[in-house]
């Protein structure tokens, strides 16, 4: 059985952090995406096996994630003036 949950990856000054929404509390940082990517792996795979040795159940995946797109246009122009 293959567990997925999503991750969400931010760029912050020197670094990069990492959390899964579905797992609180789970997060890894890392000096290159690269290295969060293993490190948040590496997280939510010790995470997953605290639950299953204590019996816990396994949180099911909520989570999605979609980009949208805003036009310069839609920004730039003022349909309503201040």
Sequence with gaps: MMYRFLIVIE????NYSAYSPDLP???ATGKTKKAVEERIHEAIELHIRGLFED???IPPTHSV???????KKAVTSS????
């Design 11 to 14: 760029k912050t000054n020197g």
């Design 25 to 27: 509390g789970c997060v």
């Design 55 to 57: 019996g816990q159940p």
């Design 65 to 71: 994630a979609e980009y949208i797109a805003i036009s």
């Design 79 to 82: 349909t309503n003036p201040a």
